[in-house]
């Protein structure tokens, strides 16, 4: 069985027989209501998130309005939902004062500075920056640990990404993710975890944007090491991911059963059990 490293995350520790932390992604469901802000970190933390995630950007500096054709719709909606750094900084603190464990997705260097000066615990590369090797190189030399969704890369350009994070000595955890919003059940794909547990020795989870609480106790049981799931005080907000995020009671269901998972699947070791009793029926012949 190939050994299998893990990645501490302040006081959690990821990898294969720890318990699988649950992420609630925040993001930008707040749209930009500081009140409401607030209001998402306490009722992630109070349902029982792990980890909260925060995404700390410039707006400008996010899309390259020259390449990509959507980019200036994203960027104004990015703009009207951006916190000041003295804004940002109040939400870190007050976070923190609730004894949450917090890191980000950071868009630009300015930001990671920013978010490393503010005590992440790590960093978060979203699916579509792992091939932003300017970005990566930027996370990367604060030597922390690194979470990067998968989605949309082929296996040469995950290879690239952990390369230049294991060449700056950063732990690394590989999140399997379908980078639509949202994904339909079906088209989850969870064998890819097994792929990537098999393909790289970080743990590996998996970052889930289905409707509802099914699919992180599948991914728990298909290897997942960690989930990470977007989070709402309120679905029926239109904008940004509020409408496939996950309330607080669908949170504390997602570890509930979490929880479960990895009490049914046990330990991986050939032994009796005390509850197999029937050990007595069988018969031994040579």
Not at 168 to 191: A, E, F, Q, T
Not at 260 to 283: I, K, N
Request: glycine share 6%; hydrophobic share 40%.
């Amino acid at each position: 069985m190939k050994q299998r490293k893990n990645t501490t995350f302040g006081p959690l520790t990821v990898g294969d027989g720890h318990p699988v932390p649950v992420v609630a992604e925040i993001g930008v469901n707040h749209l930009g209501d500081f009140e409401r802000a607030k209001d998402l970190i306490a009722a992630a933390h109070e349902a029982g998130a792990d980890l909260l995630k925060f995404q700390t950007y410039t707006a400008e500096k996010r899309y390259d309005r020259a390449t990509n054709p959507k980019a200036g719709e994203f960027i104004e909606n990015l703009a009207r939902w951006e916190f000041t750094r003295e804004q940002d900084a109040v939400l870190w603190d007050y976070a923190k004062s609730l004894g949450a464990v917090v890191f980000t997705s950071p868009f630009d260097a300015e930001s990671a500075a920013f978010s490393h000066e503010m005590g992440s615990v790590a960093f978060k590369l979203a699916a579509f920056e792992i091939v932003n090797l300017e970005l990566v190189r930027a996370v990367a030399q604060y030597g922390k640990p690194v979470v990067f969704s998968r989605g949309m890369a082929s296996e040469e350009e995950v290879d690239r990404c952990v390369a230049i994070l294991e060449e700056n000595g950063c732990d690394i955890v590989i999140l399997h993710c379908i980078s639509s919003y949202p994904v339909m059940k079906r088209d989850s794909h969870l064998r890819k975890i097994h792929q990537l547990r098999e393909r790289y020795d970080w743990p590996v989870g998996h970052s889930d944007h289905t409707r509802g609480c099914d699919i992180p106790p599948l991914a728990v049981a298909a290897g997942a090491n960690m989930i990470e799931k977007h989070f709402t005080v309120n679905p029926k907000l239109r904008e940004s991911d509020n409408p496939f995020s996950v309330t607080p009671d669908e949170l504390r269901e997602i570890i509930f059963r979490v929880r479960q998972v990895e009490a049914y699947l046990g330990a991986a070791v050939d032994r009796v059990d005390a509850e197999e009793y029937m050990w007595s029926f069988r018969r031994v012949t040579a």
